[in-house]
């Protein structure tokens, strides 16, 4: 079991910087794929960013490629998402996901919510235009 705490989100201007970061307590985050995923009231729950358990592979949505980051940090046990040039559109509820994988997958990330057996309570991100 692995409990995930959301953290950083809040409310920037259209263009602004934002960066989330998720806790985990339990299992080292090596043993864990890590996903982050979006949600706005009425649309269904949307994959923005993952890095596989091996920390070598990562994985973005179109829509954020070349604005956001994912990363780790194994000595803290936490997965940032660093936000920049941000838009009205990327406003959401931002949710950290993790799921042990089979070791043949160890170098994949999973873009399904469904792949995820962990996930955190989530942080709001809001951006103005």
């Known amino acids: 079991q692995v409990l995930l705490v959301e953290s950083g989100g809040g409310l920037v201007q259209a263009g602004g910087s934002l960066r989330l970061s998720c806790a985990t307590s339990?299992?080292?985050?090596?043993?864990?794929?890590m996903g982050w995923f979006r949600q706005v009231p009425g649309k269904e729950r949307e994959f923005v960013a993952g890095?596989?358990?091996?920390?070598?592979?990562?994985n973005y949505a179109d829509s954020v490629r070349g604005r956001f980051t994912i990363s780790r940090d194994i000595t803290k046990n936490t997965v940032d998402l660093q936000m920049n040039s941000l838009k009205p559109d990327d406003t959401a509820v931002y949710s950290c996901?993790?799921?042990?994988?089979?070791?043949?997958?160890?170098?994949?990330?999973?873009?399904?919510?469904?792949?995820?057996?962990?996930w955190g309570q989530g942080t709001q991100v809001t951006v103005s235009s």
């Open positions: 996901a993790a799921v042990t994988l089979r070791r043949s997958a160890y170098y994949y990330v999973p873009s399904s919510s469904s792949s995820y057996d962990y």
């Open positions: 339990g299992r080292s985050i090596s043993t864990y794929a």
């Open positions: 890095v596989s358990q091996s920390g070598t592979t990562t």
